[in-house]
């Protein structure tokens, strides 16, 4: 049994026991884990590579992209590698803090995508609602400011509970059943209080992704008006058309990271295993998937990457172009 120093309130270590209950299959969980971070990085990768190099992407809904990118990458790269460690290696053990350092990555990094999700439903609806103005709203300068308040909202949002974490006392309580450090799962372990770090969990749960998806689904209402009032249904189509791979990503980010949230402070029923499966997979399927969708429905993208791959431009590209 993992031991702790108990002479001191401070812990010295956390231990993370990966999924409870299922630690015999550890092995094959960790393989199609492994494939999607894989997956993940490259195509994140060469996403950011495309925009960064190819000026005729630098427009707002690209550099959008390319933030929600470097977004993902650091969600994923935060939690992925310790999880394959702990399947791989039985590398459970965690210093106090680094699991702090990575329960702020973690949560810091779906604060900016979530902030960047309502940053691109914005651009969909001056783009589909002001497309007279798109350019003049939509200038480098503004991009550049909502990136800068996407992070500051960001590190504003996590740094509290740093401190809300560290007044703790542990009593040498410091095994954790997940696979990586979360705020809630951390101050479970502690031996006083805790309602100040749920109330505050709570609360900016609410007002920070629960509020980002309440501007979002404003967003696209008045984008359907929009586009309900065109003349013809070529027209309606077409303009829909362009707003259906942000759809995608919103719905995969959010569906399994609220029901996540919710079922690990309400479903009291649901097994642990089940709480754990779900909250490795919204850290490195939406990653994964992501710029996949974007570059499977984006013919810009999908372009740039094709001649990326294939530069002589002789490469049999099936079901996408017959030349790159």
């Not at 969980?29 to 195509?43: K, N, W």
């Not at 070529?234 to 959010?254: D, N, P, Q, W």
């Not at 097994?271 to 499977?296: C, R």
Request: proline residues 6%; aromatic residues 12%; contains cysteine.
């Amino acid at each position: 049994m993992y031991e702790l120093n108990e002479s001191s309130f401070d812990p010295i270590t956390f231990v993370l026991t990966g999924i409870p209950g299922m630690e015999e299959s550890h092995i094959w969980i960790s393989v199609p884990f492994c494939l999607m971070y894989i997956t993940a990085v490259l195509a994140n990768s060469v996403l950011l590579f495309v925009i960064i190099t190819d000026r005729s992407l630098h427009e707002p809904m690209y550099l959008f992209l390319a933030m929600l990118a470097v977004s993902d990458l650091m969600l994923s790269t935060t939690t992925v590698p310790k999880m394959l460690a702990i399947f791989w290696f039985r590398a459970r053990e965690i210093s106090f803090d680094a699991c702090i350092t990575q329960m702020f990555f973690t949560h810091f990094s779906f604060i900016v995508e979530s902030s960047v999700l309502l940053a691109m439903a914005f651009d969909r609806y001056v783009a589909v609602c002001d497309p007279l103005r798109y350019s003049s709203t939509l200038t480098p300068s503004v991009i550049g400011k909502i990136a800068v308040t996407a992070i500051v909202r960001g590190f504003c949002i996590m740094f509290p509970p740093i401190f809300l974490l560290k007044r703790l006392p542990y009593c040498g309580h410091n095994v954790m059943p997940h696979t990586y450090c979360e705020h809630m799962g951390i101050a479970r372990l502690a031996c006083a209080d805790i309602k100040a770090n749920v109330w505050y969990g709570l609360t900016t749960a609410l007002l920070s992704s629960g509020l980002d998806v309440v501007l979002i689904a404003v967003s696209y209402a008045l984008i359907l008006r929009a586009v309900f009032r065109l003349p013809s249904p070529e027209a309606r189509l077409k303009t829909l058309s362009t707003c259906g791979s942000h759809l995608c990503v919103i719905l995969m980010f959010y569906v399994p990271a609220f029901f996540s949230f919710l079922t690990h402070r309400f479903g009291h029923q649901i097994p642990s295993h089940v709480h754990i499966l779900l909250a490795n997979l919204y850290v490195v399927v939406p990653p994964m998937l992501n710029p996949i969708v974007y570059g499977v429905r984006t013919r810009q993208i999908r372009e740039r990457v094709l001649r990326l791959l294939c530069p002589a431009g002789e490469c049999p590209c099936p079901g996408w172009r017959s030349r790159c």
